[in-house]
């Protein structure tokens, strides 16, 4: 799984997901519904990984927060 700002590097770069074919390709050479199912599913399974990884880093940033808050409260 690609950390998303090389995802979005590489979108930037050539207009479409990584281990997806371009809208052309798909145009000029078809694309059969087994294949596309297949890269839809890695798709969402690489979705839900960076939004756990993004829970885990939310809730260890309100920690840190919480932590800081009380520090200033206490002085």
């Given amino acids: 799984m690609l950390p998303l700002d090389q995802v ?5 770069k050539n207009g ?5 074919p371009s809208a052309e390709e798909i145009q000029n050479e ?3 519904l087994g294949k596309i199912t297949t ?7 690489e979705l839900f990984l960076h939004l ?7 809730t260890e940033l ?6 800081l808050k009380s520090q ?3 002085k």
Avoid: A, D, V, W
């Fill in 8 to 12: 979005e590097n590489f979108i930037n």
């Fill in 16 to 20: 479409h997901l990584p281990n997806t």
């Fill in 30 to 32: 078809g694309l059969e």
């Fill in 39 to 45: 890269i839809q599913q890695e798709k969402i399974e």
């Fill in 52 to 58: 756990i990884e993004m829970e885990k880093r939310i």
């Fill in 62 to 67: 309100e920690k840190e927060n919480q932590s």
């Fill in 72 to 74: 200033i409260i206490k």
